[in-house]
């Protein structure tokens, strides 16, 4: 019996290093008991109940039944269509949405439909590595802009400008960021509209963590400045804001002409977004938003806790701004992050991913989530602080 | 001649999904199944679709890291063909192919090799090697096929055979499974000597409607599914949690609700089929599924019959949805009466020349 010569292993698409990393630590953790995980981006809290209902209102009417649009559902694309335009000023119509399994998903159909081998495509550095997976995919050349602790994060238009050739195809914003937590200020918005205008630029908007901002961040959709529409595409999701993202279910929206060609690919990898979850998300935008004001006050006061140690610690951070995580700079500790990241999971029972996740320049630097109920990150902080003291040990 | 009710033998018919399906999806939901799940899929589902597997396909996987629960039968073809097929390499669809196959292929950058099906939409095993280069990476099966053959297990071990003698691998597509007719064994392309290393094998619980809930798996050992595993996580993270414990519901009770669909479409599809024998109308009985194909008299387009088919208010559908191209295809969507009726009239209307054909 003859064993296949060629495996088709590695993956051509996948990131391999950041990503093996980030399952490895995941899979570790799982057998730790009294684990306190900072990692995933999963929030903890649970999904407005009224959004459960609502999905269960449609599985007893038996609205999941049917196989949908591959574009989604035409209510939800047009709800999404009107949030667009009544909270972040963006144009757009019911045809110009395509309904997702996920943020991510709308993130990679975005790439697909938009770039072309060899086309180049301008994104921050730090970022959430299946940014590279879609981007690989597309065969495009990943162009890194760096972004720095000392700006909070924000990407400076001048280190945009300074990267762009005639392949330069596409900017991918992502504001507020992952891992930074940092945003992109109205005004580099504004100046990086301009840039995107006079270079002939598309841009890829990802504003899933947009109403969670903490102190005076605000938040500029810049599909919403005049001349961006038309070549501004916006991810976002419910995965975040309303706690769902076992649902599985985001959107992207833009001009027609590039939404036809993610609807088409919406059908090809994966037919349609999941009814039940579908009719979840109709229920988050038709539905009260307190539940969204309720999670953002408990996101704050765990984030003063986080703070307020990593200060103590001797940790410097880009002042998180929005979204649920810091990116903190643990160079005092005198361990790379990844070796900090294992001792910390082994030693403190405390998950915070290493930024090398994010980027191999990012191997001072740890991704913290404050996704666990307050006392548990106290706990967690203080357990970090007792196993990086001098000669320090902790007990679980 | 013209009925007075429209026959609709053009739309699929629907799947509701089964009570209990949706009681347990409730269940879940109040337990909170909110979150995103185990990266592959949830630990029980993975378990329930192995044993599935060794039980009714003769396929041996491990649970822990040999089922990938997706996002439906679509998702899994995706990641199966991005991970093993590129720019340069050729994918072998066996006929008839269905276009959205076609489509997906040459979407991950692959040329599409479809092999003819032979004239009564078999799959044609000789067409499969013909089509064979040095570039071929994959073979894309779907039994049943896309016109409800349930591909024999003989020819399964032939195309196996190529398979291993040309160091390919094959993906196979197996959703219409539970929609097999009595007395039709269904048997899996992984089961094939020597092919479990080289083989993705595709599933999922629309037996028991949940098509719209997008849950599906793939299978494969361990070397062929890290990637397309890896490929899951970085695409859609997790498949929907709610949909997994739906999923759950379905394959652990028995498939009651596919089987009294399947004695359904089992009684129409006689009725059809001894109408359509009646009649000077080719025709193919498939083994499974909810079509049957019928090919109008030679100079009758498939355009022309499917418009003279709406003129007596019988809908009818293109047979090349199901890469049935010059035939039609007709859904088992009535009572056998109906049927039976249909298939008289559609013999009228475009079995033969009719005497005074348009110029």
């Known amino acids: ?396 | 001649m013209q009925t007075s009710i429209p026959i609709d033998l053009a739309t699929r018919i629907p799947v509701m999904t089964q009570a209990s399906v949706r009681d347990a999806a409730k269940a879940a939901l109040d337990a909170g199944a909110t979150h995103y799940t185990d990266r592959p899929g949830i630990r029980e589902l993975r378990e329930a679709v192995a044993l599935k597997l060794a039980e009714s396909n003769r396929i041996a996987v491990a649970p822990a890291d040999e089922v990938l629960i997706t996002c439906g039968v679509q998702e899994a073809l995706f990641l199966a063909l991005q991970i093993l097929a590129g720019g340069g390499d050729e994918v072998i669809i066996t006929g008839p192919a269905l276009p959205e196959d076609v489509e997906l292929v040459r979407s991950v950058g692959a040329a599409a090799r479809i092999a003819p099906a032979d004239d009564q939409l078999r799959l044609d095993v000789n067409r499969v090697e013909e089509l064979i280069t040095e570039n071929t990476r994959v073979i894309l099966l779907r039994s049943p096929t896309a016109v409800g053959e349930v591909v024999a297990y003989p020819i399964l071990a032939q195309l196996g055979a190529l398979v291993t003698k040309h160091d390919l691998r094959v993906v196979t597509v197996e959703s219409d499974e539970a929609l097999t007719a009595a007395g039709i064994e269904h048997r899996s392309i992984g089961e094939v000597d020597g092919l479990a290393p080289r083989t993705v094998t595709i599933n999922d619980f629309s037996g028991a409607g949940l098509e719209a809930w997008r849950v599906g798996y793939l299978a494969a050992q361990r070397p062929l599914m890290a990637g397309m595993r890896r490929l899951k996580q970085e695409l859609s993270i997790c498949s929907p949690a709610v949909s997994q414990y739906a999923a759950l519901d379905a394959i652990r009770r028995s498939d009651g609700h596919a089987a009294a669909l399947r004695d359904q479409l089992d009684v129409r599809r006689a009725a059809f089929a001894q109408a359509l024998a009646q009649t000077d109308l080719e025709y193919v009985s498939p083994q499974a599924g909810m079509y049957v194909f019928a090919k109008p008299a030679p100079g009758v387009p498939v355009t022309s019959a499917i418009l003279r088919a709406a003129e007596a208010r019988i809908m009818v559908a293109d047979g090349a949805l199901a890469g049935a191209d010059g035939w039609l295809r007709l859904t088992l969507n009535q009572d056998p009466e109906v049927l039976s009726a249909a298939a008289f009239e559609l013999a009228n209307l475009v079995g033969q020349i009719p005497a005074k054909a348009a110029p």
């Open chain 1, 1 to 396: 019996m003859s064993t296949p010569s060629s495996p088709p292993a590695p993956p051509r698409t996948v990131d391999d290093h950041a990503t093996a990393l980030r399952y490895e630590l995941m899979d570790e953790a799982a057998g730790i008991a009294d684990l306190i995980p900072l990692g995933l981006g999963d929030p903890d809290l649970p999904t407005p109940p009224h959004i459960v209902d609502a999905a269960k209102q449609a599985i007893d009417a038996g609205l999941a039944d049917a196989v949908g649009d591959p574009a989604g559902l035409f209510e939800l694309r047009a709800a999404v269509a009107d949030k667009l335009w009544r909270e972040n000023g963006v144009p757009c119509s019911a045809d110009g949405v395509v309904v997702s399994t996920g943020g991510q998903e709308g993130l990679f159909l975005a790439v697909q439909a938009i770039i072309n081998p060899g086309d180049e495509i301008l994104v921050p550095d730090p970022r959430y590595p299946s940014y590279d997976t879609a981007i690989r995919a597309a065969k495009g050349e990943i162009v890194s802009v760096p972004t720095y602790e000392e700006d909070a994060f924000d990407l400076n238009p001048a280190e945009v400008q300074a990267r762009i050739t005639p392949r330069t195809r596409a900017l991918l914003l992502v504001s507020p960021g992952n891992p930074t937590a940092g945003t992109v200020s109205p005004d580099h918005v504004r100046e990086l509209a301009e840039i995107a205008k006079r270079h002939d630029l598309i841009v890829i908007s990802d504003e899933i963590y947009e109403k969670l901002l903490y102190d005076d961040a605000e938040h500029l959709s810049i599909g919403s400045l005049p001349g961006m529409s038309e070549r501004t595409v916006t991810v976002n999701g419910f995965s975040k804001t309303y706690c769902m993202t076992g649902w599985r279910v985001g959107w992207v929206a833009g001009p027609e002409r590039i939404m036809r060609e993610v609807a088409r690919l919406k059908r090809l990898t994966s037919a349609c977004a999941p009814l039940v979850s579908q009719y979840a998300g109709l229920a988050a935008l038709h539905g009260p938003q307190d539940a969204v004001d309720s999670y953002l006050e408990q996101y704050s006061r765990r984030r003063r806790i986080v703070l307020d140690a990593l200060d103590r610690l001797g940790f410097t951070y880009g002042q998180p701004r929005g979204g649920f995580y810091v990116f903190l700079n643990a160079g005092s500790s005198g361990i790379p992050a990844e070796q900090l990241s294992r001792k910390l999971l082994t030693e403190a029972h405390v998950l915070i991913f290493p930024g090398t996740g994010f980027g191999p320049n990012w191997s001072q630097y740890m991704r913290l989530a404050w996704l666990a109920p307050e006392e548990r990150i106290a706990e967690a902080m203080a357990r970090v602080e007792r196993c990086l003291a001098p000669g320090g040990e902790v007990s679980g």
